[in-house]
């Protein structure tokens, strides 16, 4: 499955005015990177993957209907996974960009 180029359209209107954004085809999806850490992608697998503070990804589990992204069967915390029904308004999707963003902007930039 390739990712959802309207979901990417509307991440892109999100984060445009961001100092230091970069686009990255990757995993089958297009990755969002702040200074060149990832903040948000629009997923090959449908929804989004958002890089979180991993002190925190305890709570969004608790709070939210994200998940962990698995990879080679192990769980990534500072990785969430928001499924399409979670990102379809435009104040759901803003919510997830400004978590990741946040969090990537908080990382020393990647040269």
Not at 11 to 37: H, P, Q, Y
């Amino acid at each position: 499955m390739s990712y959802d180029e309207e979901l990417a359209g509307r991440i892109r209107e999100l984060v445009a005015c961001e100092d230091g954004l970069t686009e990255k085809k990757m995993f089958g999806g297009l990755a969002f990177s702040i200074g060149g850490n990832m903040a948000i992608a629009a997923s090959g697998q449908g929804g989004v993957m958002v890089r979180v503070d991993p002190d925190e990804s305890d709570t969004l589990l608790a709070t939210t209907n994200a998940r962990l992204v698995e990879m080679r069967g192990r769980q990534m915390p500072g990785w969430m996974r928001v499924d399409v029904p979670d990102v379809r308004t435009e104040q759901q999707l803003a919510t997830w960009v400004a978590i990741g963003v946040s969090y990537a902007r908080s990382l020393p930039a990647k040269r």
